[in-house]
Every structure is written in C-alpha cells, then in structure tokens.
C-alpha cells in the first residue's frame, strides 16, 4: 500500500511538470512559453512586425497590389514570414500529418489579427458591429486527400483566442491544382468563379445577425502569395453579402 501511494504521488509530480514536449521538434519546452514550442524553435519564428503595404500587409516594397485592378477585400495581415522554417512546419502540418501543429499555428494568427486592430488601411474606420471568421475552402478532392483542411483548423484556433464565431462561408465549384507552382496569371485564371457562397453559412449568419449593423468577415489561410484567392474569395462573398472583408494568413 505505501509502495502504491509512492507511486501515486511520483505520477501526480510527472503530469504536473512544467516540462512538455515541443510541437515542432520534439525538444522539452517550458509551460510558461505562449506556445508549446521550446526556447530555439520560439526564438525562429520570423514575426512581422511592421508592413510597407497598408493594403496586403508584405513587410518590404510590394508590386501585387498596384498592379490588380480591383482589389474586393479590405486589407490583409500575416503572422511570420514564409522562411525555410515556416515552410518545414506548413509541411509538417500539412503534408506529413502533424495536426496537433495547429496548436501552434493557429494561435500565431492573433498576431495577425492584432496588426489589422493597431495597422489599418483607413485610421478613421469605425470598428464593425459585428465579427466573424471564416476561411478559404478546400475542393472535395483536396479534402480527400489530405483529411483536413489547414485554413479551417487555423481559423478554429483563432476563434477559441478571440471569442468570434468560426463559420464556412464559401465553397469550392471544382478542383484547381496547386497555386504555388503557378505564375500569377495563371492563378487568376485558373481563380475565376471556382468559389460560391456557401448557402448554409450564410442562413446562418443572417438568422445570427437580424438587425444587426456593420460586418467583417476576417478569411483565414495559411499563406499568402500574391493574394489571388483571398481577393476572389473577398469578390464571391461580396456579391452575396454587404460585408468587408479582412485577410488574416498565417504566412507572407
């Protein structure tokens, strides 16, 4: 029996250790950090912390912008630079099914959240009555393939740190291969019309909103490139809806 209690009592010292296991490279990681990552990987993470672009959020000289002809959503903000680490960890979540790095990720987009309340496109602007979050959707065949969608996870986090509903807004009309590997015109055309108010959503959001004034949607991805789908989803949804529309990326 006291040999029992001993080790009752050595397991209870072992679950309430501050030392945990880090997300990303499976270092021991102190409990107080705001993430569970350890010291090195915390010190990596290439935050933004001022932008050159009021409008798509890029921290240095940006050409996306000027060159589009019309831009549908408000303005865009990012957590972290897309280095060769963010790249290793996007794929980690991705690719080689590490989902439990959406506990990582998914709270870094309050960083982004926060550049878009202390950095805005128009200082005058009034806050918006009402707030939501929503991401950019994944075709049938993507979600298949991966048994997840990434932007949607991530927009889970943020909603659980900032209190606002997570809702899908949007649905994809046919596949796309992956905009990475593609130039800039051919992203757009291979964007057109490929998204479409998803309409459960937005009974939704109207029976949640009756009566209500001024609406933000912040979009969730996970990596902004040169805005292409986040400026055709923005469209899609304000053909449909009287909203703004905020991009919040994980990555730039």
Same mark, same amino acid.
């Given at each position: ?19 945990? $296991? ?8 102190? /409990?107080?950090?705001?993430?569970? &990552? *350890?010291? +090195? =990987?915390?010190?990596? $993470? ?8 009021? /409008?798509?959020?890029?921290?240095? &000289? *940006?050409? +996306? =912008? ?187």
């Amino acid at each position: 029996m006291h040999r029992c209690s001993e080790w009752f009592v050595q397991l209870e010292k072992l679950l309430s250790s501050s030392k945990q $296991i880090c997300l990303s490279c499976g270092a021991g990681y102190d /409990r107080s950090k705001p993430l569970p &990552v *350890c010291s +090195d =990987c915390w010190a990596a $993470i290439p935050w933004i912390g001022e932008v050159m672009c009021s /409008r798509c959020g890029r921290y240095e &000289v *940006c050409t +996306d =912008c000027i060159r589009r002809e019309n831009t549908y959503y408000t303005q865009n903000r990012s957590a972290v630079r897309y280095d060769d680490n963010m790249k290793e960890w996007l794929a980690l979540h991705k690719y080689r099914g590490k989902e439990r790095l959406r506990q990582v990720l998914g709270p870094m987009l309050l960083h982004a959240y926060h550049l878009h309340r202390h950095n805005p496109v128009d200082s005058t602007e009034r806050e918006a009555t009402v707030q939501w979050i929503s991401f950019v959707p994944l075709s049938e065949e993507r979600l298949q393939e991966r048994g997840f969608n990434q932007a949607r996870q991530l927009a889970e986090e943020l909603g659980k740190l900032t209190g606002l509903p997570v809702i899908s807004l949007l649905r994809r009309t046919r596949h796309t291969d992956k905009q990475s590997f593609k130039a800039r015109a051919a992203r757009l055309d291979d964007l057109k019309d490929v998204f479409e108010v998803d309409g459960d959503g937005l009974a939704y959001m109207n029976a949640m909103a009756v009566k209500l004034g001024k609406h933000r949607v912040y979009l969730i991805d996970d990596v902004y490139t040169t805005g292409s789908t986040l400026n055709e989803c923005a469209r899609t949804l304000r053909q449909k809806l009287d909203v703004e529309v905020y991009g919040i990326s994980w990555a730039r």
